[in-house]
Each structure stands twice: as C-alpha cells, then as structure tokens.
C-alpha cells in the first residue's frame, strides 16, 4: 500500500468509527509507525478534512450543533474529575473545554467525553502526562459544549453542576 492509499484507508477507518482512534493502534492497523500516522493525519487536515485530537485519540468532527449546549464553569483542580461525572451522569457529553488566554485568545481542548471510563481515562491522561488543565490558565473559568439526548437531560445536568457550585454565576448587579 503506497502513502496515498494508506491515507485513504485511514480517512476511511476514522470516518468509520464513532469512538476515538489512537494513533498506536492506526500504526499497528496500517504497519508503519505512530509518527507517519501523525502526518498523515496533518495532510487529511490540511485538505479539509474534519479530523480532531481528543486524549484518546482522533476523531472524524461531526458538524452537527443539534442538542449543543455551551455552558460557563468555575472550579479548582480537584473537582474536576466530579464535574466531567455528574455530566455524563445525566447522560450528557462533554465535547470540549474552552479557555479564554489573555495572550492566545480563544483556546480549545476536544474532550469527546461520554462516560465515567472516558472521563478516567482523560484524568489518567492528565497525570501521566503531568499536564495542567486548560482552565488552569484562567484562573479555573473555562468553557464546556455540551451535548445533550434531550431537554431533560441538560436541565438535569444543569441543575447538578449549579447544586455543586461548578456553573459559573453571573452578577445581574454588574
């Protein structure tokens, strides 16, 4: 299989699945090694392709916004862990954490969280990595699309981050 094939099938193989893919496993799949799929992922994107990196590997972005929520949240470190849960715990999604840098501007992290498993395995991720959590670089504040079943299910989701004072409030006075 030649390079323009590879990248073929791997468009293929990430369109396929609705779960993240890792790099390794893509490597192993297609017999080269992480790096070339690393590249082969920069060339899908250059030419357009909807391709994002989450903690556990790519995924093809679906476009739709139907059932998104953006929601503003205010926490330390260690409750971060508790927030992604009681999020899925509803039944909701996490997409993504937004922080707004002082120097970069608008910054994005693809989270692509549906369970207690995914949001363990972005935590392990965390510290394995000793990496610090976007909203770290605001002074916790961050951003997070949600994505939603149903109404119910955001409102009961909303209901019990506002309950363990993660929702963001917001100062009529002001």
């Known amino acids: 299989m030649n390079a323009a094939q590879r990248r073929d099938a791997l468009q293929k193989a990430l369109y396929e699945s609705d ?4 790099a390794s496993s893509l490597a192993a799949q297609f017999g080269v ?3 070339i799929i690393v590249g082969d992922v920069a060339l899908l994107r ?16 679906r476009r739709s916004t139907q059932n998104c929520s953006t929601i503003a949240c ?11 849960y009681t999020i899925v715990d509803t039944g909701c999604s996490v997409m ?4 707004e840098h002082p120097v970069y501007g608008q910054m994005t992290g693809n989270l692509a ?8 395995a972005f935590w392990h991720c965390l510290l394995e990595n000793s990496a610090a ?10 951003l997070h699309t949600i994505r939603y079943p149903s109404e119910m299910a ?3 989701c909303l209901e019990a981050l506002q309950a363990k004072g993660y929702l963001l409030k917001t100062d009529p006075a002001v």
């Open 19 to 22: 779960q993240p893919v890792s």
């Open 33 to 35: 090694s992480r790096q």
């Open 46 to 61: 250059a030419e357009g392709l909807p391709i994002i990196a989450t903690p556990r590997g790519y995924l093809v972005q």
């Open 74 to 84: 205010r926490h330390s470190r260690d409750a971060l862990l508790d927030e992604l």
């Open 96 to 99: 993504d954490v937004t922080v």
């Open 113 to 120: 969280i549906a369970s207690r498993l995914e949001a363990d």
């Open 133 to 142: 959590p976007l909203c770290e670089l605001t002074g916790d504040v961050h």
């Open 154 to 156: 955001l409102t009961h």
